[in-house]
């Protein structure tokens, strides 16, 4: 019975270990997980046997080539045997070229390739000139080597504080994708030392240029120039200047200064042109002829003024006139004009300064009780009809011998059978051209118009003061209000120039005359 038993028991046991199936061998299945470390010849690739198919590993490793699914028969790099996470470094790559990369492992049955990755390697990139080095901004130059067929994505300069900076830090990205570029680094703190190199991006990889230092300027006050001096006449001239660099902060003030005495400062005469770094000028007005002058360019920032180079001119001793062949000779332009079609200056009868506006407030001669000079009523009552060399705008402005006109001078001037009258443009303005029919000169008058609370009638109508005033007591209600003036218009209604009144207090423009 025991016999019998041990028997079955064996028999069973036989049955049971006999039944059990058989492993079949496979080939292995592996993973290409990443490629990192790129340089312009080598790259690192990261692997994974997840499984050896039953049977070792005896070769593992990486096949990489510049076309897709690269194999043994190809470039490989081997990684030794045994399943499990694996590295490659590849090395002796070309710069700027695309590449294919996979895993494989082999064991008994076969090999097995895993998932192909793209890389390109990186460009050589070389960080140039530094150039422009100011309080505030920097040019940094960079090149690329281009040796591949991976187009670039994106170049520029980088650049920190600490030493190899990278695009996590500032970046600049420059304009366009040429072999070599220009970046131009603003914000910079001053008197600072940073670190800077160039770079270019393909695909996904980043190249860096060599590393480069430089250290940005300490504050200073501007750099300005007094460029030159142009349109000099008796009582003007324009000064031209430029600020070169603002020293590091803002340029809130520039324009001119100028005096009779060398080294002109903002004590003494200033005119204001502006804000900022760049070019400007300015229009010096109210000269005395035939003087000499200093004038300087300046600029203001945060740190202090500075002024330009010096430059000396002398204004002219007397104004151009006009020889028409009458009883006086006519400027070729108004007071306070540099030119023929320019309005110039306003001035109310009696006023020798231009003002903003016209009115009995502000007019030399007007008290609270009436007129305090030129006129036949009330306490200050002179019988005056003519204006005092002192009360002239033209002898005033030019000196010499210019005068305003008398309304019988421009009676003589607007005469038939002495000139021919002609609307016309000159340098695109428009005006009243007088020609003798004596000996063929003319001048241009321009279309000025007339100041009271505004300017009135500009580029259509002209006004001009006379040097006297109608001799009058009372007109509609107005005592002594009444000057002469010469007004002539653009319309069919008004042909030719006529005589008019006006208010002493309105601002006209002036033609002086001379003997």
């Known amino acids: 019975m025991r016999n019998f038993k041990l028997l079955a028991i064996s028999v069973i046991a036989f049955t049971v270990l006999g039944c059990e199936p058989k492993v079949t061998e496979q080939k292995p299945t592996v993973l290409t997980s990443s490629v990192t470390d790129v340089t312009t010849n080598s790259a690192k690739v990261s692997c994974y046997v997840t499984n050896d198919g039953g049977a070792p590993i005896i070769e593992k490793g990486v096949v990489y080539d510049t076309h897709s699914y690269p194999t043994i028969s190809g470039t490989r790099c081997e990684a030794g045997s045994g399943a499990g996470n694996y590295y490659c470094t590849i090395s002796n790559l070309k710069d700027g070229k695309r590449y294919y990369v996979r895993s494989y492992a082999k064991n008994a ?79 910079l703190q001053p008197k600072t030392t940073y670190y800077v190199r160039a770079y270019a991006i393909n695909e996904k990889t980043v190249s860096y240029g060599e590393e480069k230092i430089f250290t940005t300027r300490e504050m200073a006050v501007p750099t300005v120039t007094t460029t030159a001096v142009t349109n000099i006449y008796h009582t003007s001239a324009i000064i031209n200047g430029h600020v070169d660099f603002d020293g590091g902060s803002a340029v809130w003030e520039r324009g001119i200064v100028y005096s009779i005495q060398q080294n002109p400062t903002i004590s003494d005469n200033k005119i204001t042109a502006g804000v900022g770094v760049g070019d400007f000028s300015h229009k010096l007005t109210g000269l005395q002829a035939g003087s000499i002058y200093y004038a300087c360019a300046y ?44 309005f110039g200056d306003y001035f109310a009868w009696g006023e020798t300064e231009p003002k903003t506006t016209y009115n009995y407030q502000n007019y030399k001669y007007w008290k609270s009780y009436g007129w305090a000079k030129y006129c036949d009523d009330g306490r ?12 002239d705008a033209a002898t005033v402005n030019w000196g010499g011998t210019w005068r ?49 609370d505004t300017l009135r009638e500009a580029g259509f109508n002209g006004h001009c003061a006379y040097r006297t005033c109608q001799r009058v007591s009372k007109l509609s209600g107005n005592t002594d209000n009444i000057v002469w003036g010469l007004w002539y218009c653009n319309d069919t209604d008004c042909p030719v120039p006529i005589y008019t009144y006006v208010g002493r207090t309105t601002g006209q423009p002036v033609r002086p005359v001379c003997p």
């Open 109 to 187: 049955v076969g090999i097995e390739y895993g998932n192909e990755i793209i890389f390109g390697t990186q460009f050589i990139v070389s960080t140039d000139d530094i150039t422009d080095v100011l309080v505030r901004s920097a040019t940094v130059s960079g090149h690329i080597i281009k040796d591949g067929d991976i187009d670039i994505k994106e170049c520029g300069v980088v650049w920190s504080t600490s030493k190899n900076p990278t695009t996590s830090h500032n970046t600049q990205r420059a304009d366009g994708l040429t072999a070599d570029f220009q970046c131009n680094l603003t914000g």
């Open 380 to 391: 200050d009552a002179d019988h005056q009809y003519v204006l005092e060399a002192s009360d």
């Open 299 to 342: 600029a203001i920032n945060a740190v202090g003024v500075a002024y330009g180079n010096q430059i000396e001119f002398e204004t002219d001793k007397n104004p151009e006139y006009v020889d028409l062949g009458l009883s006086v000779k006519w400027a070729r332009f108004n007071v306070g004009a540099d030119a023929p079609e320019d």
């Open 404 to 452: 305003m006109p008398t309304k019988e001078e421009f009676e003589e001037l607007m005469k038939y059978e002495n000139t021919t009258k002609q609307w016309t443009l000159e340098n695109h303005v428009l005006g009243l051209r007088l020609t003798s029919k004596k000996n063929g000169n003319s001048i241009f008058l321009p279309a000025a118009g007339e100041y009271s």
